[in-house]
């Protein structure tokens, strides 16, 4: 019929003219979507498409954290929610969200056996290249600190890079903590500066802990890399550039 609107299939009609077209009782059809005849008895019908969400911006602290450990990982062993559990401390049900994440992402490859869903990765670099647009900083805030620390602590910061490049290391120490570890040090009686004048170090709280992937008390060389890509210092970014070079993929 000539009354009858049809329009493109890809097309959603908008609610206020869907909502004049029903009010003049003027026919209309969507196909596979929406449907309105009242010459012949039929009421509208609506069926919504799937919407697809918006791929996350970054991943949340507990996928980043599994990202990390999968770069860094020195052997072969399956790498499944519950062993990932485990090894970060992580509830399951937070690694089974990052499995979601990492597959919405199309990130690796994933296997189900059974009840148990595996990941798989058959190279890091270009793991780390498909990854590296949901990575962010770790880093939650930055804090100076005056005092004698009770517990060896991951050097962080421009101390790390110097670790892992010809940089010069800064006048002043460097510290990474998780937030469970940054309560127990505050607990201990650690006391935080308003200002860097009378600090003896820096502490950088992470939304991770560190530790997890520190090794010779020095942070990953991944989440450094993620803490400091964005200075705006060609001094730094060269450091950075040198450091990654030197990674064994």
Sequence with gaps: SSD????????ILPSFNRKRLIEHHIPFIIPGNQMYLPHFGIDLREYFRKIHTKKKE?????????????????????LTPSVLAGKLGYTLMTMT???DDLQAAGIGEFLREGRERYWIISNKRSLWDQAKPFLRNPINKRVWIKGFLQKSLAEAGLCALSYYSQLSPPL???FAVGYNQW???????????PLSEEASSELEIWNYNPELFAKDGIIDPFSLYLC???SGDERIESALEEMMEKIKW
């Design 4 to 11: 009858v609107c049809s329009s493109d299939l890809q097309s």
């Design 58 to 78: 970054s991943f949340s602290p507990g996928t980043q954290a599994t990202v990390i450990y999968a770069l860094l990982r020195e052997t072969d062993e399956k």
């Design 97 to 99: 969200r990052a499995f």
């Design 172 to 174: 002043l120490s460097v």
């Design 183 to 193: 309560v127990e040090l505050k607990q201990l009686g650690l006391e935080e500066l």
């Design 228 to 230: 400091l890509e964005a």
